[in-house]
């Protein structure tokens, strides 16, 4: 099962990946954390992206689907992946279709996470007093304001990525704004379809 979560900023997909990880057993690939693995690591592709961020530089997308192609070569991907938060441009999805066609492999399913962005503000602020309430600290991107920008950021390098899976009927949509068991329900329901 490989997939691929779409969604803003806030719509939930990192707790939804959680529990497709724990249901299903296959690894959630963050794009930052792999690229810190494979820095840490010194890989080829780690060197070169080391090399980058010790400029000051922002990684490639030519290093970034490196060190993808890399991570889904370990044993743990061999069953499948979710990939959360990548691809986040057009160029982006259209180099890992190229990477997974050479490796003989294609994406199963892309979920997007529908939300009402206006209400998504009021979540992102009551998940912010929730984890200052239970004493635990809060996220930066919590912030209203940082919140706020990586939406825009979203809408504007990121919402085209769904509509050219769409067209390749790979998209299936679930209404992110339903309480989290009744989402994990709808993928769950989704991904048996698949």
Same mark, same amino acid.
């Given at each position: ?36 693995? +494979?820095? =840490? $690591? %010194?890989? #080829? ?12 530089? !922002? ?71 929730? +984890?200052? =309430? $239970? %004493?635990? #600290? ?12 990586? !939406? ?43």
């Amino acid at each position: 099962m490989r997939l691929i979560f779409l969604g803003p900023p806030g719509a939930g997909k990192g707790t939804q990946a959680t529990r497709i990880v724990a249901k299903h057993g296959i690894p959630q690939l963050s794009t930052g954390d792999m690229l810190r693995a +494979a820095v =840490a $690591a %010194g890989t #080829p592709i780690g060197v070169k992206a080391k090399a980058v961020m010790d400029a000051g530089g !922002l990684v490639s997308d030519e290093i970034v689907i490196g060190i993808v192609a890399d991570r889904i070569e370990e044993p743990d991907a061999k069953k499948g992946f979710i990939l959360d938060g990548f691809p986040r441009t057009l160029a982006q999805a259209e180099a890992l279709d190229k990477m997974l066609a050479s490796k003989g492999l294609k994406l199963d399913t892309v979920l997007e996470l529908k939300v009402d962005q206006a209400k998504l503000v009021d979540r992102i602020i009551k998940r912010a007093e929730e +984890a200052r =309430a $239970a %004493g635990q #600290p809060v996220r930066k991107d919590d912030d209203p304001e940082v919140f706020k920008t990586r !939406l825009e950021a979203y809408n504007r390098d990121t919402a085209v990525v769904a509509p050219y899976y769409a067209a390749r009927g790979q998209v299936i949509d679930i209404d992110g704004m339903q309480p989290i068991d009744v989402v994990t329900a709808a993928i769950e329901k989704a991904l048996a379809g698949h």
